[in-house]
């Protein structure tokens, strides 16, 4: 995080993805564009890509961005970030779903929990009775 990107889609979801870091983040230079991708990459091409990125004006400017980003992104990821509160929103999502199955075993108890699941289900096993 916080480095800029020599982009070179080669297939998938790639192309989309250096369209975002060129493009809309702008942190990013493409070595290739996916219009050419059958076409080989000479090996000067790769160096004056790097050398963009690394020594120019243009370069210093998205490495400033990529390294804005980058922090922004480890903030996000801290104690109190965004990435944080969702992650803790999620598993509390997810462990409430458990719990609504846990308080309904608890509350039937286990023989009564086993006869209503039997009795729902009963129609797909013909072998079956549905307790009383």
């Given at each position: 995080?916080?480095?800029?990107?020599?982009?070179?889609?080669?297939?998938?979801?790639?192309?989309?993805?250096?369209?975002?870091?060129?493009?809309?983040?702008?942190?990013?230079?493409?070595?290739?564009?996916?219009?050419?991708?059958?076409?080989?990459?000479?090996?000067?091409?790769?160096?004056?890509?790097?050398?963009?990125?690394?020594?120019?004006?243009?370069?210093?400017?998205?490495?400033?961005?990529?390294?804005?980003?980058?922090?922004?992104?480890?903030?996000?990821t801290e104690k109190g970030g965004a990435s944080q509160i969702e992650l803790?929103?999620?598993?509390?999502?997810?462990?409430?779903?458990?719990?609504?199955?846990?308080?309904?075993f608890k509350y039937f108890g286990y023989l009564s929990f086993l006869c209503?699941?039997?009795?729902?289900?009963?129609?797909?096993?013909?072998?079956?009775?549905?307790?009383?």
């Amino acid at each position: 995080m916080g480095v800029p990107i020599a982009a070179w889609p080669m297939h998938a979801d790639q192309p989309k993805n250096g369209f975002l870091v060129t493009e809309i983040l702008k942190i990013g230079l493409t070595v290739r564009e996916w219009e050419n991708r059958e076409e080989i990459v000479s090996a000067s091409t790769i160096e004056n890509v790097v050398r963009k990125l690394m020594a120019s004006e243009e370069g210093d400017a998205i490495r400033k961005r990529a390294q804005e980003l980058g922090e922004v992104v480890r903030h996000s990821t801290e104690k109190g970030g965004a990435s944080q509160i969702e992650l803790d929103s999620f598993i509390a999502h997810i462990t409430r779903q458990d719990l609504v199955f846990t308080s309904t075993f608890k509350y039937f108890g286990y023989l009564s929990f086993l006869c209503m699941l039997i009795g729902h289900l009963s129609a797909s096993w013909p072998f079956s009775r549905p307790c009383a």
